[in-house]
């Protein structure tokens, strides 16, 4: 895995990289256009993802994450604890929650409130307004990314297909999950940056602390890419973030002042929640193994210092994100397999490569399939823990994915030299 890694992070020439994003080298490369007729066998491919999303959409709606969310907002509102097991178990059981251990909310108190608008409505209603919203917010993204990452105005249905056959993201709806919303602040905050927006960037950096542990070397790329370019005025992104942070949580304070502490209390509860690649180390060595959790965030931390060294003066986020994104994701303290409903990015980076190289679409269709099927069928007959870890795939996937394209990009450009 370290190896393909490191073959994807290397730059492909000192010249090319400092003088054009990959979109743009793509662009000079030139290739066949994307039509309907050379996606029909991937679309026939799909349709066994299209009916999954379409199963979760209309089944009933389970009470899980989004009852977190909305019990934490009734509790904010009241001026209770949002953070309180025993005043969120309550509010649970009389939503007919059947478990013996209450779900509780561990979003920072800057979340509270967004999340204090849900408290306002009914369960039901805000139930289905939210699975709504992020419907409406994946949507608008996918097709957002893919024209970020180069893709054409005529070819941006194939975003659309993308949100369509994404079961992280039909997981996220179905369960209520916060991610929809930090995909769209990580879209808008992208072209933010492009427009040289910059305040307006860095208060678009709020949704990423919705779940900040996940997007870790993300922040992480944002600040020391901030330093960089401190004297450009780029410290006004670092303005925006700030105030939006502060903003949020001041507002949090003043409605219910003891927030942070209450917070503060829950963290322990944050430190057993054992998923993802740190999950399964503690499951098979101990669970009292704590610092076990944490082993995969240590060797991401180390990968990324070595990367961002590497590419710091040539850095672009066309190129480098997608990568980064997923580093950050896969070793995360503890993740679920909906929360690669943010790998979106780099599915859509590497579709747009894909889709200018006179690539075979029925064999990138089938890998995108069985990643899936493993990932949300196979692995969950184990539990939900190895169903988070094997969504290393999508990792994998990329990887190969990225090999291969640049492996064509190099074969038109021999083939025009030659020509030549």
Not at 7 to 27: K, N, W
Not at 110 to 119: E, F, H, R, S, Y
Not at 132 to 161: C, D, H, N, P
Not at 204 to 209: K, N, S
Request: net charge positive; aromatic share 12%; glycine share 8%.
């Amino acid at each position: 895995m370290s190896g393909l890694v490191e073959d994807v992070a290397r730059p492909q020439g000192a010249s090319t990289a400092s003088a054009m994003s990959s979109a743009a080298a793509v662009r000079v490369l030139g290739s066949a256009p994307v039509g309907w007729q050379r996606c029909i066998p991937a679309i026939l491919i799909c349709l066994t993802l299209v009916r999954h999303r379409v199963l979760m959409l209309f089944s009933a709606l389970p009470l899980n994450d989004f009852m977190t969310y909305w019990a934490a907002g009734r509790l904010f509102l009241s001026g209770s604890n949002p953070y309180s097991s025993t005043s969120m178990f309550a509010i649970e059981r009389s939503l007919s929650w059947s478990y013996a251990q209450p779900l509780i909310m561990l979003n920072p108190p800057w979340t509270l409130p967004l999340i204090a608008l849900l408290g306002v409505l009914p369960f039901e209603t805000a139930h289905v307004a939210w699975v709504g919203v992020s419907l409406v917010l994946e949507a608008i993204s996918s097709v957002a990314l893919w024209r970020y990452f180069g893709g054409e105005k005529r070819t941006q249905w194939m975003g659309l297909v993308l949100f369509a056959t994404f079961l992280p993201m039909g997981s996220a709806e179905h369960m209520g999950q916060i991610t929809p919303m930090m995909l769209a602040g990580l879209t808008a905050f992208l072209f933010a940056l492009r427009r040289r927006h910059y305040l307006l960037a860095g208060v678009c950096l709020l949704t990423l602390g919705l779940k900040p542990h996940l997007l870790y070397l993300v922040v992480l790329a944002i600040v020391l890419w901030t330093g960089q370019n401190i004297r450009e005025k780029k410290w006004r992104l670092a303005v925006g973030a700030v105030v939006a942070y502060a903003g949020a949580t001041l507002g949090a304070m003043l409605f219910n002042r003891n927030v942070l502490g209450y917070f503060h209390g829950t963290l322990h509860a944050a430190m057993d929640t054992s998923c993802g690649v740190g999950g399964v180390l503690r499951a098979t060595f101990g669970m009292e193994h704590m610092w076990l959790q944490f082993l995969p965030t240590a060797v991401g931390t180390a990968w990324f210092a070595r990367y961002w060294m590497r590419h710091r003066h040539e850095w672009t986020w066309e190129e480098h994100l997608p990568l980064v994104l997923l580093v950050s994701l896969c070793t995360a303290p503890y993740f679920w397999a909906h929360d690669f409903v943010l790998a979106m990015p780099a599915l859509a980076a590497l579709a747009v490569r894909m889709s200018r190289t006179r690539t075979d679409w029925l064999v990138p269709s089938a890998l995108y399939l069985v990643v899936q099927i493993v990932i949300f069928t196979e692995a969950e007959l184990l539990s939900k823990a190895w169903m988070a870890t094997a969504s290393l795939l999508w990792l994998v996937l990329y990887c190969a994915g990225m090999l291969y394209v640049r492996h064509e990009e190099s074969a038109v450009g021999a083939g025009r030299c030659n020509a030549v």
